[in-house]
């Protein structure tokens, strides 16, 4: 298990794509021992940059389901918790689109 404080690894000033960026690494590098448990410590981000970069890209190479299985989240407001089921659940969406593209270019290339 591992276990991120916001407060403590970005400050509590995080609104950005870079601090999202070092979130999401972070995150990532804590995957290796899941479940990684991320602590808001009750900060409110109101931020869709912040929220896309960090758990959005997550979302794009692990799909909802995996993101939901392996982090976990507290002190999470209300409303960055709407925010951010609202990214994740836009970006698997995007996920699986571009994952069924090739198989249908391939269907329509082949007639099948």
């Keep these: 298990m591992t276990r991120i404080?916001?407060?403590?690894e970005l400050g509590s000033e995080v609104v950005t794509r870079?601090?999202?960026?070092?979130?999401r690494e972070l995150v990532s590098a804590g995957l290796s021992n899941p479940p990684v448990i991320v602590d808001f410590?009750?900060?409110q981000i109101?931020?869709?940059?912040?929220?896309?970069?960090?758990?959005?890209?997550?979302a794009l190479t692990l799909g909802?389901?995996?993101?939901?299985?392996?982090?976990r989240?507290?002190?999470?407001?209300?409303?960055?918790?709407?925010?951010?089921e609202d990214?994740?659940?836009s970006r698997?969406?995007?996920?699986?689109?571009?994952?069924?593209s090739p198989r249908e270019a391939r269907k329509r290339a082949t007639g099948s």
């Design 87 to 89: 990214i994740v659940s």
């Design 41 to 43: 410590g009750g900060l």
């Design 64 to 71: 909802e389901a995996k993101l939901a299985d392996q982090v």
């Design 73 to 84: 989240f507290e002190g999470l407001d209300k409303f960055d918790s709407a925010l951010l």
């Design 92 to 100: 698997s969406r995007e996920a699986r689109k571009r994952a069924a």
């Design 46 to 58: 109101t931020s869709v940059s912040f929220f896309d970069e960090a758990f959005g890209q997550l």
């Design 18 to 23: 870079e601090h999202g960026r070092r979130l």
């Design 5 to 8: 404080e916001i407060k403590d």
